[in-house]
């Protein structure tokens, strides 16, 4: 048998092996792993030494784009402890606009320090952008054994950049 | 040694030889040759890479339970698996819910069968990837066999493929069984889009030898948006895969071979049947294949004996049985598909308890009364047909009539989009539409047919006419005219409907791409630039896919771009690379001394083609999980918003 027949039949028989054991039907081994490990989340707590969070945010729209895009710079938290699996939310609203979006964030021990906050963007078509700044409201808000500990909640300007 | 044991070497033998010839047989009638089998995998590999289990519409819920009721034995859908029957494009009829593209279903079954075996022994999650590497595998083998370097192509193959589903596994989540359906949808698909891009392969190679057939086959899934829709659960490829076999049968029906399996009149004969099969995919689309090749076929044949016409009308008829099979199921009447039926709305307060009565159907056109009397028992049938073809012709004209009176519609369908408010505020407030030329910008070099048909128009003048005669003699050229004349029925019927939302690359059109990429084909100023610089073109491809890829992803993520800036920033550099590619294959094509930069820009644009796929796939459009657990693990550090 040539080497090249050889290693076309071991790599067949390596991937179906692998493919076969860990499946339903032989079961030996599961190869996959859940995405998220979802135990125990939002149990925990921890304490906060330093929060930072942007004053300003912009709506931009950008090249060839005419829609509009809510680009909110991240925050950072520095945990001085954690315990468990707390959650962090991150939100931004522009009441004007009947707008808000918030990020919640997992963290687990292995955290402790500097974290980092985002918000995913959003898009405005055009015709819903129609001042030059809007006026929001931007908030960190800490969970954890079914309390509520607000971090951060101050106002954000949001400037228009056309 | 005993009788027994010299039977049994006998009969594997036999076995044997029998299954060579029947792999032998199946893969000239698939692929043609070794190097179409090879563009096959090279295409399923590459549409692999970006393969996202999940929908990307909400009318692909409509086919994943439509796809389950007819496992099940019955074309009604009771409960959906996935959405609600409210998605569009389930139809109500007599109080139950339908689907639509029964074609594609039924051609789906095969699918959802192997993968439903093969789920009940694999861990899907695990099972993906393990195809993917056996796909890598078998083409690397198939390479080293077309290339004569089988043992170091094998070796790297194997070597890629184990390296990978280690890679793969070492990351892989779990996917649940209840996707089945989803990934039947999806790998035939795949398969169709694959099998497009043979034919195309198939196609010029007949005309213009294996290299530009080559390019041109891998182009069709690896450079046009037919590699976007590959694995999206839609029409689309599938009535393009057929479209390429129309066109290709029509190319073989004009020549007098000995070498295929079919006659010149069965290529013929073929062609027809597959416009039936295109019909039970879309009755709308269908028509407009067989209207184009109708338009094209008759005028041009060698000859159009009542015989040979009888038996087109009857492969055409026996095609369509299945349409009019899964019609009458569904509406009652096999010229009523679904799609003219009311689509489905749950009871409200308003109209009642029960599902409302379909309001759809033939309109109540009625024929002339002065019909001759012994076509009055089949009076139903003509005023369905007819109302089929007025609705059909009212469209088409109103397309031409816009195409005349509004030539701005031309412009921002296939050169440059623009924003139109109603139909960003469509597609969660992001401009994600893209002109035809925006979204494969090797479209600019289609430019280059004007001076070309201007010369050979002058040629043509100078040697004192040349009809329809020299039209029949030349395969070649009553092709094209096939080609051309689909190209323009799709563009006309559909651009009324432009601009419109959830089209990305104008999917209508989809057939246009594959046209398009003929046309380019078809130029012998193009042909000429890339056999005299077919290495100046590949690396220029290999390195605009290499490193423009990265160059353009650490833009966009840079910049953090929105998902309609990034496919416009797309859009404004394909346009770019379009215009100059369009200047130069002009030039190409008055001066040869073009064809250096024309072969650079050629494999720039078609570059910028394969990075919007490969950039859609992995950060744009990012929806359920990925088949590849290793690029799930890279997309999310390249997600755009």
């Known amino acids: 048998m040539s080497l090249a027949r050889a290693a076309v039949l071991a790599t067949v028989a390596v991937i179906a092996l692998t493919t076969l054991v860990s499946g339903p039907l032989v079961g030996a081994v599961d190869l996959t792993t859940e995405r998220y490990d979802a135990t125990g989340l939002g149990q925990g707590n921890a304490t906060v030494s330093a929060v930072e969070a942007p004053e300003t945010a912009r709506l931009d729209s950008g090249v060839g784009a005419a829609e509009f895009y809510l680009k909110v710079p991240d925050a950072t938290v520095t945990f001085e402890s954690i315990t468990g699996k707390p959650t962090v939310s991150y939100k931004i609203s522009i009441d004007e606009l009947g707008y808000s979006r918030g990020t919640t964030h997992f963290f687990a021990e292995s955290d402790v320090g500097l974290a980092t906050l985002s918000i995913a963007q959003d898009s405005f078509a055009r015709s819903e952008i129609t001042a030059e700044s809007y006026d929001g409201q931007l908030s960190i808000t800490l969970r954890g054994n079914g309390t509520k500990q607000v971090l951060y909640d101050e106002p954000i300007t949001v400037e228009v950049d056309r | 040694m005993s009788t027994a044991t010299a039977g049994w070497r006998r009969r594997t033998r036999w076995l044997r030889q029998r299954s060579a010839t029947a792999r032998r047989v199946c893969l000239r009638v698939l692929f043609g040759d070794r ?19 999940g929908t990307f519409i909400n009318d692909n819920h409509t086919l994943i339970n439509a796809l389950v009721a007819l496992s099940e034995g019955h074309l009604y859908i009771e409960d959906p698996v996935i959405g609600t029957l409210e998605a569009p494009g389930t139809y ?20 959802l069968w192997g993968i439903q075996a093969l789920a009940t022994v694999a861990d ?3 099972l993906l990837p393990a195809l993917w590497s056996l796909l890598v595998l078998a083409l ?21 493929a184990l390296i990978a589903f280690a890679a793969n596994v070492a990351v892989a989540h779990p996917v649940q069984t209840r996707v089945v359906p989803l990934l039947a949808l999806q790998a035939s698909a795949a398969v169709a889009a694959g099998l497009t891009a043979v034919l195309v392969y198939r196609l010029l190679g007949r005309m213009h030898g294996t290299r530009i057939a080559v390019a041109g086959g891998l182009a069709t899934v690896v450079v046009s948006p037919v590699g976007f829709w590959a694995t999206v659960p839609k029409r689309h490829v599938y009535v393009v895969a057929l479209g390429a076999g129309i066109v290709y049968a029509f190319y073989r029906s004009r020549h007098r071979e000995t070498d295929g399996f079919l006659s010149a009149t069965g290529f013929r004969l073929l062609a027809y049947v597959l416009v039936g099969a295109a019909t039970w995919v879309n009755g709308a689309e269908g028509l407009l294949l067989l209207v184009g090749l109708v338009v094209v076929d008759l005028p041009t044949a060698s000859s159009n004996d009542a015989r040979t016409l009888v038996l087109i009308g009857v492969a055409l008829t026996l095609s369509l049985l299945p349409f009019f099979a899964t019609n009458t199921l569904v509406s009652g009447h096999p010229l009523r598909p679904p799609e003219v039926l009311s689509p489905f709305s749950y009871p409200t307060a308003e109209n009642g308890t029960a599902p409302s009565a379909s309001q759809g159907g ?3 056109d009625t024929l002339d009364p002065n019909l001759p009397p012994f076509l009055g028992r089949f009076e139903p049938l003509l005023v369905a047909i007819s109302a089929a073809f007025s609705r059909f012709s009212d469209q088409f004209e109103h397309g031409v009539r816009l195409a005349v009176t509004e030539p701005g519609k031309i412009l921002h369908t296939f050169v440059r989009g623009r924003y139109v408010e109603d139909v960003v505020v469509d597609d969660h407030s992001q401009s994600v539409s ?23 128009g002058r040629r043509t003048i100078a040697e004192r006419g040349q009809s329809l005669s020299g039209v029949r003699g030349s395969p070649s050229t009553a092709t094209d005219g096939l080609v051309v004349a689909v190209a323009i029925l799709f ?21 246009l791409y594959p046209s398009v990429l003929y046309g380019i084909a078809r130029q012998s100023a193009v042909r000429r630039a890339l056999e005299t610089n077919w290495n100046r073109s590949i690396w220029a491809y290999a390195c605009g896919v290499l490193l423009g890829t990265q160059l353009l992803l650490a833009v966009v993520v840079g910049s953090a771009f929105g998902r309609g800036q990034a496919i416009q920033f797309h859009a404004w550099l394909g346009l770019g690379a379009a ?14 001394r073009f064809d250096p930069i024309l072969a650079v820009l050629l494999g720039i644009a078609a570059a910028l083609g394969t990075s919007f796929l490969l950039l859609s796939g992995i950060s744009y459009f990012q929806y359920g999980q990925y088949a590849l657990p290793v690029v799930e693990t890279i997309s999310r550090h390249v997600a755009v918003g």
């Not at chain 2, 995998?41 to 289990?53: D, H, I, K």
């Not at chain 2, 893209?434 to 050979?456: F, I, K, N, R, Y």
């Not at chain 2, 215009?579 to 040869?592: I, R």
């Open chain 2, 35 to 53: 190097v179409g089998l090879v563009v096959f995998l090279a295409c399923l590999c590459f549409v692999g890479l970006f393969w996202r289990v």
């Open chain 2, 92 to 111: 109500l009829h007599d109080g139950r819910a339908y689907g639509r593209n029964y074609g594609q279903l039924v051609y789906t079954l095969p699918f």
């Open chain 2, 124 to 126: 899907l999650g695990v």
């Open chain 2, 140 to 160: 690397a083998v198939q390479i080293g066999r077309v290339t004569d370097h089988e043992r170091l192509a094998t070796l790297l193959g194997a070597g890629v």
């Open chain 2, 362 to 364: 033939p309109s109540s």
């Open chain 2, 434 to 456: 893209l002109a035809v030329t925006e979204a494969m910008p090797l479209a600019g070099a289609l430019v280059g047919l004007v001076p070309a048909l201007v010369a050979s």
């Open chain 2, 491 to 511: 563009a006309m019927f559909y651009l009324p409907s432009f601009p419109l939302n959830a089209q990305v690359t104008a999917r209508y059109l989809l057939i």
């Open chain 2, 579 to 592: 215009s100059l590619l369009a200047a130069v294959t002009v030039g190409s094509t008055l001066d040869d």
